[in-house]
């Protein structure tokens, strides 16, 4: 079992081995962790900035045609 | 005479003779053959456990030598919590060596438990989102097919998930790996630390 009890470093399991990151490796990961991070932050942001533009049409819309926005929503 | 528990075939006793052992282990082969035949006829078993690597706390779980020319289609079953609400990461891998190319295009869409989608979804990336995780237990299963073919990967499957905030019941996943190359293994990876345990079955061809 791959495992580790060593907090605040940098262990990765390679099959049934746990091995810490030092110097270039651990260097290299974390720049590629912080790419993903960063990549899923740009994701996320645009999915939720999509979520409040739905909300808001969907507000607009349920005003024009009298209705609740959780009417509107419904048959969306 | 005796007898096996199960399928009843028979073996020798105790006391039966040495000289009658190779008519005994013939007629309990004949047995076997008949058992298994009726069983499976010419079928073979549909999948079969390659490889189960437990991990606990680790920043990413590699597992290597599990995609071969024996099968051309996996199942990956992943139990896994993690340290944080996050993402898993999916890379092939091959020589040890993790793809890290900006190859993978991937998507993912669930409905949550008050019944709101979530979704997401990535072009020209690093790695493959295959589930987003949090402290509770969450899990994904896809298939993916042809990785160790010189070809572009396909994977799919289902996943549930819970970040703490956004909790899914249910969804479905599934990405490309663009790349005409054959991959041994993969790795999971996570901004974070996870636990759980990954399983790889190979299905018969």
Known sequence: MA?????????????????????FDLEAF???????????AILEAEYKAKQEARENAIKKLAEVAGLTKEELASIL | MAT?????????????????GASAIRALGTAIDTSMNTALGTKK???V????????????????????????????????????????NFRLRVGGVDASGS??????????DGGTAYQLAGSGATSSNILRVGTARNTCTFTICNPAIART?????????????TV??????????????????????????????????????
């Open chain 2, 45 to 47: 078993a549909g999948m």
């Open chain 1, 30 to 40: 974390e720049a590629d962790r912080s790419q993903m991070r960063a990549y899923e």
């Open chain 2, 153 to 165: 990967t396909i994977y799919s499957g289902n996943h549930s998930f819970n970040d703490g905030s």
């Open chain 2, 4 to 20: 096996t528990t199960n399928y009843s075939w028979t073996t020798p006793d105790d006391t039966a003779l040495v000289k009658d």
């Open chain 2, 103 to 112: 190859n993978y295009s991937w998507g993912f869409i669930s409905t949550t």
């Open chain 2, 49 to 88: 456990l390659l490889n189960t690597t437990s991990f606990s706390a680790v920043a990413s779980q590699s597992v290597n030598n599990v995609f071969s020319s024996t099968y051309d289609n996996y199942s990956i079953v992943l139990e896994t919590t993690a340290s944080a609400g996050s993402y898993i």
């Open chain 1, 3 to 23: 495992t580790t009890n060593k907090s605040n470093k940098i262990m990765v399991g390679v099959d049934d081995q746990v091995v810490e990151l030092t110097g």
């Open chain 2, 168 to 205: 899914a019941v249910g969804g479905a996943m599934g990405g490309i790996h663009a790349v005409s190359t054959a991959y041994d293994g993969f790795t999971l990876i996570n901004s974070g630390t996870i636990t759980g345990t990954v399983s790889v079955y190979g299905y018969n061809k």
